[in-house]
């Protein structure tokens, strides 16, 4: 941001003195296009979550509105604009009000650090991750505000859940984050992507073992952050009654849902830039994409396709997984992934050291595990291959309806 | 908890995911069971399953007056008429779908299955007397089963009420209520 805004005083001749001005204009601009973006994602992403839902449960989905009902969600977001805005009798009425925009907020904050292309963030902090896990707690703090103020005990009840499910969660996504600092050596985010190659054996998922299980780790460990399924227990519409936003009607409600929406968006982003590569091309070194603007946009195009993958996942897993009961949830984050965790960790550190002395083992590793991925991937294709064969109904391959 | 069994349920919850993602997105590959009934209906897909219990109908050709229908129907849907008399002939044979209740009752009872379910379910009137289906145009002879002999083969089922129906159903998805009174005459008349 402070070279591009150098370089917009620059070129309309304008003294230092402005830059101030500037770069509050420049944050401004960048904020609106984030906002943008992240409110069409959740849109977007609830239509398509719904026909994905159906998909997957032999239904068809919302098809109705427009083109294989793509404009559903805008009628939804009409819908919610229209509805009476309730706030029950005996609320809080100030924590009422104001908790939908925190967790809103906390959500959208992230974008500050998740980057779009090779120079298009927010702000490239050296402490990009410590902040991504600090102001997530925003979010904590707006549900559990939304649980009391709401004076409902199945709002409690699911703002308490929440509090506890996301701050124990936070330990091991912290956790599995650590063992690709190691390698990494930086806790920018766009230093983390700088620092990964192109192609997909390059990428820090592949870069040792520890960082392979630890990719799953903090995956499975972010899902029960964001309040996913199958870790949805404080919003768990089937035992209570939807949890914190029970008492929410209107856009008020609808808030909450662009948060939880716009959250797949944040841990797909961070996935990718940690994991899976970021805006890297293969094959392009990071010097010449950061002078082409096509390369840029490129760059911004393959960091979309990878983080709207893990986004896919996330779905598919809500519509296969049952809901977790408390008490494994628990005994999930505090027996297992905590510990294997902090395993993972010094794992990586033997790694890390072991390839500056060794490059070559490096290399091999890299390879063997990037096969294994690759071998991994094939046995899903055959398991899939499986189950529509030995089903009695003969299958027929139709994507739209 | 011991090691092993620390490990076995690492062991079991990433496989059983694994295989569960694999019939979920096996699911994907596959043309949804919903048919979007009228207005998406693909053709040469049959809209009910085979069993379905439809209209009943009845095939006069093999029908032998014999009542059992009207007798076994639990609320009185079934009015057959038989005139008396040397010359036997079936003079009425209605059925009111509006009281029906689909029970199957009478296809069981019949002996030559002449009365039957049938695939069509799209009949809705504005009229309730239309809901009841006159069979006999004119007077018929019923039919005479013969001994150790192979039942005559009736009509294929659902022509006879389908030819009776029409496409009442369609014309109803389609109505367009009638246009309300002139609204500046209605307000002409209150303040008069």
Redesign the interface.
Known sequence: MLELSDKILESFGLSSQYSLVVIIILFFVYGLFALTFGSLFAGITSWYERR?A???????GPNRVGYQGFWQWLADGLKCWFKEDIIPKDTDSVLFRIAPYLVFTGVLCTFVVIPFAPSVVGSDMNVGLVYIIAITALVVAGILMAGWASDSKWTLFGGIRSTAQMISYEIPVALSLIVVVIPAGTLSLQKIIISQGGAPYNWYIFHNPAAFVAFFIYFTSALAEGNRTPFDLPEAESELVAGYNTEYSGMRFLFFLFAEWMNLYVIGGIATAVFLGGWRIPGIAYEVQMESIWLQFAGFIVYLIKALILVNVII??R???PRLRIDQLMIMCYK?LVPISILLIIVSIIFTILYESVPVVGLVVRLLLFLLGVVIMIY?SY??????RN?P?K????WM? | MSFSEYFE??KDSVVS??????????????????I?YPDRVESGRPIVQQKFRGILEVDLNICTGCLACQRTCPIGVIMVEVSKGTERYITRFDIETSKCMYCGLCVEACPTSAIRHTGEFAFSTNDIRKMVLHFVKEPVRPHKPVKDAEPPAGLPVGSIVREMIGNRGEEYVQYTPPPLPDATNKTNKESS
């Not at chain 1, 159906?54 to 068809?60: T, Y």
């Not at chain 1, 398991?383 to 529509?388: A, C, D, K, M």
């Not at chain 2, 995911?17 to 919903?34: D, K």
């Open positions: 994905i159906g998909r997957m449960q032999s239904r068809i598919w897993l519509w296969t997984l297992y899903f398991r899939v291959y499986y189950n529509i089903f109904d299958t027929y391959l139709k309806i | 349920n690492i995911i694994f295989e569960g993602m694999a019939v979920t997105f096996s699911w994907m590959l596959r043309r949804p069971h919903t979007q």
